[in-house]
């Protein structure tokens, strides 16, 4: 019956990130119909955002109403800690939000239920439901992106934590004496040390310090300009800056990793999010970190895997938020307008 329906019910999933607002039109078999997206009006603040979202949850609305379908539901990713008590994300270091309401404000434009989470957590879910979930019941999501998060899946299900917070990776000190201060306020976090923007920022800091590097010609000679696909671009080729920054950012990327093995004895740990996109040079750091670090012979073999959806993960998770719905697979993972 649901293999029937599938093709004529569309659900909305949003990645509202930090550099882009990505929007998917999918139908109940997770397949894409239609994309939208625009760069992220970051510096405009909340609302500003909201009505970007809006206006792209309106034109993939349109896209609905023009195939003749039927749009079941919206489910967003959101980078920040969300308090499912309360509904409202509570504090976003990337975005600089304190209490906002996405389903107060969005919800008044739009007749559809509304989910939404915290990304990493969103993430882990379309892989539960859509990827290696198919596998495996116990594993944990890296997100490594402009943050860096992690989604524990513990039997098949979700970890929240009290209120919703569970999973805040990218703030776990891992340099307690490093002067790097991370977004959220702290010093030394892995997310300072380890995300696409410390990468970034390390390589810059040693740049403008004077040292030599192929970073700078790639940069056009503005130090500013650097980012972290640069670094792991010159890191593959040879560059010894590039390749020091690229490396000690996977070795803190590893040693966080390695804790989690040994806290929560995963089958698999899966690596998504936009710095990932650098393959095998993270990869093969991460893993030798683990295999140092971690505490016995199936911990270090635990296998690291690239997120099923590459840099949609965010997007599909969000489509898996209203599917869980939908299914009543009672995956308790998600906040709505409904409660
Ligand atoms: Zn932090």
Request: hydrophobic residues 45%; neutral net charge; aromatic residues 8%.
């Amino acid at each position: 019956m649901l293999r029937l329906a599938a093709a004529d019910n569309y659900i909305i999933g949003i990645d509202l990130g930090t550099t882009n607002i990505y929007g998917v039109l999918a139908d109940l078999n997770a397949s894409i119909i239609h994309e939208e997206k625009r760069p992220t009006k970051l510096e405009e603040g909340f609302f500003s955002i909201m009505d970007q979202t809006a206006e792209i949850i309106d034109l993939l609305s349109q896209k609905t109403a023009e195939k003749k379908k039927r749009l079941c539901g919206i489910g967003m990713a959101v980078a920040g800690l969300i308090n499912k008590n309360r509904n409202m994300v509570e504090f976003s270091p990337n975005f600089h939000w304190q209490d906002v309401d996405i389903i107060g404000t969005l919800g008044q434009r739009f007749s559809l239920p509304i989910y939404f989470d915290n990304v990493t957590r969103v993430m882990a879910l379309g892989e539960l439901c859509y990827g290696v979930g198919k596998q495996y019941k116990n594993f944990v999501f890296i997100n490594i992106g402009y943050g860096i998060g992690a989604g524990i899946i513990i039997d098949g299900q979700p970890l929240l934590g009290a209120v919703g917070m569970a999973g805040e990776f990218g703030h776990i000190t891992v340099d307690k004496d490093s002067n790097t201060q991370c977004d959220c306020g702290n010093f030394g976090c892995l997310e300072a040390l380890a995300s696409g923007q410390g990468i970034a920022r390390a390589a810059r800091n040693e740049l403008k310090k004077g040292a030599q590097s192929n970073l700078l010609e790639m940069c056009g000679g503005d130090i500013n300009k650097v980012t972290a696909e640069m670094v792991a671009e010159a890191a593959k080729k040879g560059d010894s800056l590039a390749w020091n920054i690229f490396s000690q950012a996977a070795e803190y990327i590893g040693l966080g990793i390695s804790a989690l093995i040994n806290l929560f004895n995963p089958e698999v740990v899966v690596l998504g999010g936009g710095v990932i996109q650098a393959g095998e040079i993270l990869f093969d750091n991460v893993r030798k970190t683990i295999s140092a670090r971690a505490l016995n012979r199936s911990a270090r073999g635990v296998p690291l895997l690239p997120a099923t959806f590459g840099l949609k993960a965010a997007a599909m998770g969000a489509v898996s938020l209203v599917m869980n719905k939908l299914l009543n697979l009672e995956l308790e993972c998600f906040l709505s307008k409904e409660k």
